[in-house]
C-alpha cells in the first residue's frame, strides 16, 4: 500500500517552454501533497504544500507564478513549470500524507528528473 | 533555529560491520522523526516513524532509536544492497524538515 507515482519520470525541454508534472497516489486518498526539488548531492527541499481542493502554500523564495501547483483531486497533484530556464534543471520530487494525522508519515513518489535546455 | 543535522556525511563499511548514523534536531514540539532511505535517482523509501523519547524500531538490518534529542539507526551487518543515503526528517508543522543525509556504501 502507499504506492505513489510520477509521471514523466524524466523530460527534456527547450528554454522558455513549459514542463507538468503528474503526481498521482494510486491506492490511498492524499489530503496533503507535497512537492521537493533535490539539486545533486543535496537533500530534498520542499517547494510547496497542497491541499486538495485549495490554494498552494508556498516556501519562501519559491515563485509561485513560476511553479504552478494544482490539486485538484484526492489522488492527483500537477505542478508545472513555467517558461522554464537551465537553472530549473532538477529532480522534482513529490509526496503524499494520508489524510488524518497531519505528522503520518509522507510517501514519495519515484521523481522527474527535468533538464532544460 | 529549528535544524537537522546528520553524521557522518558518508560513511564507507566492509560487508558485516555493523555501524551506526546518527540524526540530531533542535527543534521545539517534535512532532515525529522519520527515517528514509534514498538510491540514486529515485524517491525516498519510507524506513520509520519514531514519535517519542525512548521508542525503537526494527526492520532486517535496521534498527531506530529516539532521545529528546537525537535519533540513531543502527545497521547491523550490512549487505552491499543496504547500499544507499539514509534520510532523516522531522516533523514541524506539518511539514518536513530534512537533514542532508547519510551516504552509505557497503563493499563486498
Known amino acids: 500500500g502507499a504506492v505513489v507515482s510520477q509521471h514523466p519520470s524524466w523530460v527534456i525541454c527547450k528554454s522558455g517552454t513549459s514542463v507538468k508534472i503528474e503526481c498521482r497516489s494510486l491506492d490511498f486518498q492524499a489530503t496533503t501533497m507535497f512537492w521537493y526539488r533535490q539539486f545533486p548531492k543535496q537533500s530534498l527541499m520542499l517547494m510547496a504544500t497542497s491541499n486538495e481542493g485549495s490554494k498552494a502554500t508556498y516556501e519562501q523564495g519559491v515563485e509561485k507564478d513560476k511553479f504552478l501547483i494544482n490539486h485538484a483531486s484526492l489522488t492527483l497533484s500537477t505542478l508545472t513549470v513555467t517558461s522554464a530556464h537551465p537553472e530549473d534543471s532538477s529532480f522534482y520530487i513529490c509526496s503524499a500524507r494520508t489524510s488524518g494525522n497531519s505528522y503520518n508519515e509522507q510517501f514519495f513518489g519515484p521523481g522527474t528528473r527535468l533538464t532544460v535546455l | 533555529e529549528d535544524q537537522v543535522t546528520q553524521s557522518p556525511e558518508a560513511l564507507r563499511l566492509q560487508e558485516g560491520e555493523s555501524s551506526s548514523l546518527n540524526c540530531s534536531y533542535t527543534?521545539?514540539?517534535?512532532?515525529?522523526l522519520f527515517w528514509y532511505r534514498q538510491d540514486p535517482g529515485k524517491g525516498p523509501e519510507f524506513l520509520f516513524t519514531l514519535y517519542s523519547a525512548g521508542e525503537e524500531k526494527e526492520k532486517e538490518r535496521l534498527k531506530a532509536t529516539l532521545t529528546k534529542k537525537e535519533s540513531f539507526l543502527h545497521i547491523t551487518a550490512p549487505k552491499p544492497e543496504d547500499s544507499a543515503t539514509y534520510l532523516c526528517?522531522?516533523?514541524?508543522?506539518?511539514?518536513?524538515?530534512f537533514g542532508a543525509g547519510t551516504q552509505v556504501v557497503v563493499t563486498p
Open positions: 526528517a522531522v516533523a514541524l508543522w506539518g511539514k518536513f524538515q
Open positions: 527543534v521545539s514540539g517534535l512532532r515525529g
